[in-house]
């Protein structure tokens, strides 16, 4: 038998299979239809106080601000979040008090950019609990169990860890071979946030670059916002199929959002807004200098098309356009 181990992780995001295919079946039509609406609207009806929160992309890559000012500025409050690749999203989101609860596989840094000062504070201080830490690859796995529909997923990452001790997995011993095995819990998010490159009414979204976990987290989410840079004609979409990375019976709310990722990279559109994000980087050192930026771009404008053009308009967004141009080129395509 396996060694006894204490785990200390809160499991959170789990359903029974059953139960949740049959709130798939009961809340999420499978006919084309109409799903434009508006980020407030979106917000509002869809992400609700205590939710549970996956945001898609990761680091500082395809990340949609809009939603997250948004979410801000309309004071959604104790929300769980999936600290999966989380950075600049869950930094703006405990600044401005929206999140409580948190389970770590990688947040509170903004990467080679250093740690972040607002995230931190707020965990040890107490104000934001971390649930339980988990590894990236193990999320992915959590997602994917949700996806298809089964409790959990038989992996052997973590074995042997402290990340182990502190997560919500359980571990076994494999019938066939006798070692240990850890059994990674299904996770199935209340609501989860997208940026797209191109989407079309129904929700067929498309993804240039690298995935990452999005394939799996889209079909393990319960509810889904997508903001997109272009939407598009579905019959765009059918010309190639093959991109369409959350097919259109998965969204409940399509937004189109051009630049909705700023100050965060969109692969092939823009580049990251590196002076920007350094100043939420110094701001946020203090509590005063964080209420001071949330003052400035997000309670002191009305939607994002103005958070825009406070930060510089068309000439800062045509800026990062000729950054992205800039970049090399790896053989094939972009790098």
């Given at each position: ?93 405990i600044g401005g008090g929206c999140v409580s609860r948190v389970e770590v596989a990688y947040a509170f840094g903004h990467e080679l950019r250093g740690l972040s000062a607002c995230g931190r504070r707020a965990v040890e201080s107490g104000r934001v609990q971390v ?152 701001v946020s050192k203090t509590d005063a200098g964080t209420r001071a930026y949330l003052d400035e771009y997000v309670f002191g404008v009305p939607d994002f098309e103005a958070y825009l053009e406070k930060i510089g308009g068309q000439e800062r967004r045509k800026q ?16």
């Amino acid at each position: 038998m396996s060694d006894p181990v204490e785990f200390l992780g809160e499991l959170i995001g789990w359903h029974d299979p059953d139960e949740n295919r049959q709130w798939v079946r009961e809340n999420k039509p499978r006919q084309m239809i109409d799903k434009r609406t508006t980020v407030s609207a979106a917000v509002r009806e869809y992400v609700k106080p205590g939710s549970l929160l996956a945001i898609g992309g990761f680091g500082h890559i395809r990340i949609p601000m809009a939603l997250i000012y948004e979410i801000i500025r309309q004071q959604v409050r104790d929300l769980t979040m999936i600290g999966k690749t989380a950075v600049h999203d869950i930094d703006l989101l405990i600044g401005g008090g929206c999140v409580s609860r948190v389970e770590v596989a990688y947040a509170f840094g903004h990467e080679l950019r250093g740690l972040s000062a607002c995230g931190r504070r707020a965990v040890e201080s107490g104000r934001v609990q971390v649930t339980g830490e988990i590894s990236n690859a193990g999320y992915q796995w959590r997602f994917l169990a949700a996806a298809m529909g089964v409790p959990f997923m038989p992996v052997r990452t973590m074995l042997g860890t402290e990340t182990l001790t502190h997560s919500s997995a359980r571990v076994i011993d494999d019938p066939w071979s006798g070692k240990p095995l850890c059994l990674l819990p299904a996770c199935y998010p209340d609501v989860t946030l997208f940026h797209v490159h191109r989407c079309d009414k129904y929700g067929n979204a498309q993804i240039d670059g690298i995935l990452v976990e999005d394939f799996e987290l889209a079909r393990a989410s319960r509810r889904l916002i997508i903001t997109t840079e272009k939407l598009v004609d579905h019959e765009e979409i059918e010309r190639q199929p093959w991109r369409t990375a959350i097919p259109f019976y998965l969204p409940d709310a399509v937004i189109e959002v051009p630049f909705g990722a700023h100050p965060t990279e969109m692969p092939t559109q823009y580049y990251f807004d590196e002076e920007h994000i350094a100043h939420w980087m110094e701001v946020s050192k203090t509590d005063a200098g964080t209420r001071a930026y949330l003052d400035e771009y997000v309670f002191g404008v009305p939607d994002f098309e103005a958070y825009l053009e406070k930060i510089g308009g068309q000439e800062r967004r045509k800026q990062l356009e000729r950054l992205m141009d800039l970049r090399p080129k790896a053989e094939g395509g972009t790098a």
